[in-house]
């Protein structure tokens, strides 16, 4: 196996000769449209949550989770329609982020399987991208509750 | 093209007539987007000393430079005092909060306060206050409408 | 007949009788869709899976090569094909289809090539009077097995290329009637070479050295000046990857016109579809290359061509597994008699 750290002299020639070659990722392009794109999404969410907020009762506590939910929703439908993944070549990080992304992995994978059937190519594969999303989500939220739970427990905070 | 625009049209006119439904904007149905200053409601035994204090209260609670609009709702039992807080000063809300409280308790140590900065809870004190205006609006529907309120604040996602 | 260390001469030039290729809807919108012979307007090709469109794109392509040289299925001896997906089923199916005696082969994106250079070997020394070559590569389903799914809004780098939905296919014979033929003359099989870079969006600058060196060794071998072609087109390096081995080949002192030097990556597209860095595939050299470039002999415009198809020999499990990206290129020269 070669890896990173042992190359040999050789191979590091030629990655020199070929960095010349490479075409760089535009980072600052990439910033700006994503600080735009992401900004815009988040701004379409907080109108739903205003919305939830005004027609229904929900409070602003209680209209995160419904929000979220169409958010996803809205997202499923355009990775449906064939636009998501568009908006994410020219966003990036932008649509990446938001958790119209999660969205967007999810049903992304269940569109790509469905050929295999449903309970081993759409059910199976679902969460292939998004499933370590949820793992260490999950598994991050655990530690920091553990932590709080200790930290109230012995008089810190 | 034309098709779209008729389409964008429509969908326009859906929105802005939805806006105006019955053709009467009141306070409530802009609160989140303006400041409505409303006065001070009690209900209660309509006595000087009771309209003192609500109105003391209020005065108390607009005094904090952090906040920009306060809706105050007193009746036997509790005092709902609901406010929007400036847009920057939301990063130290829960400070803003408990600092209202102790202040609350410290003045008005007799009075059971229920401090929300949420729009929600803001939106239907002001809706309250404004269905207290007309007069076949009875002493026990306004205390029903603010229990309401009340459960709907305790209310966690 | 072995030539050099790595090369081989057709001394009996073996003909490229026909060829058939097929195509889907994005290359219908690129540049070369005027060489196409079947083009498709829906990726699905009115199957039920990418996979299975996949297969008939292969079909289709042998199917016209065979129609072209108007020669039965039953006179051919022998079929060689191979794709990028698992097991290489596509090209498989396809041969289950056709029912000619079969050898599926993998060399990635060089498959084209090696499945020439094999062809025209058995064909050279009368182990068969026809044999059908091809390879194939379906955009969806590759991109399915080697990348994030079709819809996945990943933004991909500029290094980043795009699988050809095509197929191309080449009946190789003994003798054909009918003048302005092209044959095959000689064919170098490269060495797998790998400098150590590990990213999957950059298979061009992994694939150069593979490309260099192959066509290094043919020049060497055959004892041949570049100036000999009248082109040399490699087959998916892609902008970064071309760029990198032109000039890796004049550090090897080989002089070469940067306009006798062209890629199927490059050509395949227009400049405004959203493709990064270029087409590739196995399906990308094989559908340039017996599409549009024989097309372009025919017409005079080339004389003498090296066609050097080059291979990313990766999976998806090898670079999970932070294994460096292993490549490989064949070529093969074709001249007009």
């Known amino acids: 196996m070669s890896n990173k750290a042992n190359k040999t002299p050789e191979q590091m020639k030629y990655e020199k000769l070929e960095q010349k070659h490479e075409l760089k990722r535009p980072v600052l392009k990439n910033c700006i449209r994503a600080f735009w794109v992401g900004g815009l999404i988040c701004t379409v969410g907080q109108a739903v949550t205003y919305f939830y907020i005004y027609f229904f009762n929900f409070t602003e506590q209680t209209a995160g989770n419904p929000t979220v939910a169409t958010m996803i929703f809205i997202s499923m439908l355009l990775t449906g329609f064939g636009v998501y993944d568009r908006l994410g070549q020219f966003a990036g990080a932008g649509s990446a982020v938001p958790v119209t992304g999660f969205g967007n992995a999810v049903i992304s994978a269940a569109i790509e399987h469905r050929t295999e059937g449903f309970v081993l190519g759409v059910g199976g594969n679902m969460f292939k991208l998004a499933g370590s999303v949820i793992l260490f989500g999950v598994f991050s939220a655990f530690v920091v509750a553990l932590i709080k739970t200790l930290l109230t427990i012995w008089g810190v905070i | 093209m034309k098709k779209r625009l008729l389409i964008m049209n429509a969908i326009s006119m859906i929105l802005l007539s939805g806006c105006s439904g019955d053709g009467k904007v009141t306070d409530s149905d802009l609160a989140l987007l303006k400041t409505t200053h409303p006065p001070a409601v009690l209900i209660d035994k309509n006595t000087k000393e009771n309209l003192d204090l609500v109105q003391s209260i209020e005065y108390d609670v607009e005094k904090m430079k952090e906040l920009y609009d306060v809706a105050v709702v007193k009746s036997n039992g509790d005092t709902l005092v609901a406010y929007k807080v400036k847009h920057l000063q939301r990063f130290h809300m829960k400070k803003i909060e408990k600092k209202m409280t102790k202040m609350l308790e410290e003045k008005y140590p007799d009075e059971n306060f229920i401090v929300s900065s949420d729009y929600k809870i803001f939106i239907e004190a002001v809706e309250l206050q404004e269905k207290m205006k007309d007069p076949k609006f009875t002493d026990k529907e306004a205390k029903k409408k603010l229990d309401k309120i009340i459960k709907l604040k305790n209310e966690m996602t | ?337």
């Open chain 3, 1 to 337: 007949m072995l030539k050099g260390k790595q090369s081989w001469v057709f001394q009996n030039l073996p003909v490229i009788a026909s060829a058939g290729v097929s195509g889907g809807p994005f290359e219908a919108n690129g540049n070369l869709s005027e060489d196409f012979d079947v083009l498709h307007d829906d990726l699905w090709m009115g199957e039920d899976s990418y996979e299975k469109a996949h297969r008939v794109l292969m079909e289709e392509a042998g199917q016209t090569a065979l129609n072209k040289a108007n020669v039965q299925k039953e006179d051919v001896q022998f079929y060689i094909a191979g794709d990028l997906i698992n097991q290489i089923t596509p090209s498989s199916l396809s041969a289950r289809t056709i029912q000619i005696p079969y050898f599926g082969v993998f060399g990635a994106c060089s498959t084209s090539m090696e499945g020439l250079a094999l062809a025209s070997f058995i064909v050279n020394y009368h182990g068969a009077d026809h044999v059908l070559t091809g390879a194939s590569s379906h955009n969806a389903a590759v991109e399915k097995q080697f990348r994030y799914p079709t819809e996945y809004g990943g933004q991909k780098p500029p290094t980043a290329q795009w699988t050809v939905t095509g197929a191309g296919a080449a009946l190789v014979s003994a003798k054909a009637d009918g003048p302005n033929l092209p044959v095959t003359t000689s064919a170098t099989i490269g060495k797998v070479i790998d400098m150590g870079l590990t990213d999957p969006f950059n298979m061009g600058g992994a694939m150069a050295p593979a490309a260099a060196d192959t066509i290094t060794a043919h020049f060497k071998d055959m004892q041949l000046d570049p100036s000999h072609y009248d082109l040399i087109v490699t087959g998916d390096l892609g902008r970064i990857g071309q760029e990198t081995t032109y000039e890796l080949l004049q550090n090897n002192g080989l002089k070469i016109d940067r306009e006798k030097f062209k890629d199927c990556g490059l050509m395949i597209y227009k400049e405004d579809q959203p493709v990064q860095s270029g087409g590739s595939g196995a399906g990308c050299s094989a559908a340039v290359l017996y599409g549009h470039l024989l097309n372009q002999m025919k017409q005079g415009a080339y004389r003498r061509i090296l066609v050097v198809a080059t291979g990313a020999l990766l999976s998806p499990l090898t670079f999970q597994q932070s294994e460096s990206i292993p490549c490989i290129a064949h070529a093969v020269s074709i001249e007009m008699t």
